[in-house]
């Protein structure tokens, strides 16, 4: 397994899905999954992608800036991420920084145990 | 074991000891630690040490904004920290955004296996 094959791999599946269906990222996260976003702890990919599907906007593009990625131990690989978040409608830009932790299930992919998202506010 | 309040203490502890004595970080590294820096990996505590050591600024002060955290798996824990960096001399302070691994030491501490540290620009 190539850490930096796996990570490009989930950041171009992940922000496609984001920004195309967000109700697709549910096969993305399991029952132990977790996601802190905004400081807000969510469990669980029902919640979470209950979160995600009622962020108070319809259309969104993610723009990625940087991917950096390092094996976690135990067949995990964390990824780090940083880039914008462009909203229909909006004038500028949001600026983002969100780090996953994969884990490899049986079937041979990765799905996310731990997801932290955070805006970074100029 | 509250991660949140390991995480306090170990952010706490490490842009302290970052900011009065960077020499002082090589016993929260281990062999097998990684640090990616602005892109470029390095590993082991030695070699990561001598990066931090080598940065090309004698003081600088770490403010820290926002830290996350969320057990891991398999007793370790994950930090995400976002915050200013104020170097001696310089009119305006840079953002960053950092990620840590901690994982358990023998001896009751944590020690850090994963490092990854962004500057956000604007």
Known sequence: MDPDAVAKAFVDHYY???DANRAGLGNLYQEGSM???EGQKIQGSQSIVAKLASLPFQQCKHN???VDC???GAGGVLVFVSGT?????EQHA???SQMFHLMPTPQGSFYVLNDIFR???A
């Not at 978040?85 to 409608?89: D, M, P």
Request: aromatic share 18%.
């Open 64 to 66: 990625i800036t940087t």
């Open 70 to 72: 390092q094996p976690s």
């Open 119 to 121: 805006l970074n506010y």
């Open 94 to 96: 949001l600026k983002f």
């Open 85 to 89: 978040l462009q909203l229909a409608g």
């Open 16 to 18: 496609s899905t984001f």
């Open 35 to 37: 996601l802190t976003f």
